[in-house]
């Protein structure tokens, strides 16, 4: 099992960027991958980011270029750097950590951008 805990969501305006961590309650080395995904308001879950054990990444299309995704092995975190934030970037953040063909989900952490 995989326990995930995210932080550093909050406020911020358009234009602004905000880090969100995903510690984890075992070795990240350990775990086949981590992603993050999102939902806003009214719509879907959605994919963000991945990163493999390997320490490949992966974006969503529309993300590429704003959102870089990162590791650090040592303290057992994923984050995910969010740059040049949009309103519609508004939604509640979600870790997810895949390991032996199971999915673990984190809590969620908001992220509100204001225009």
């Known amino acids: 099992q995989v326990q995930l805990v995210e932080s550093g969501g909050g406020l911020v305006q358009a234009g602004g960027s905000l880090r969100l961590s995903c510690a984890a309650s075992r070795s990240t080395i350990s775990i086949d991958y981590m992603r993050w995904y999102r939902q806003a308001p009214g719509k879907q879950r959605e994919f963000v980011a991945q990163?493999?054990?390997?320490?490949?990444?992966n974006y969503a299309d529309s993300l590429k270029g704003r959102f870089t995704a990162s590791r650090d092995n040592a303290k057992n975190t994923l984050y995910l750097q969010m740059d040049s934030l949009k309103p519609e970037d508004t939604a509640i953040y979600y870790c997810?950590?895949?390991?032996?063909?199971?999915?673990?989900w984190g809590q969620g952490t908001q992220v509100t951008v204001s225009s």
């Open positions: 990163i493999t054990r390997g320490g490949t990444t």
């Open positions: 997810a950590a895949g390991s032996f063909g199971s999915v673990y």
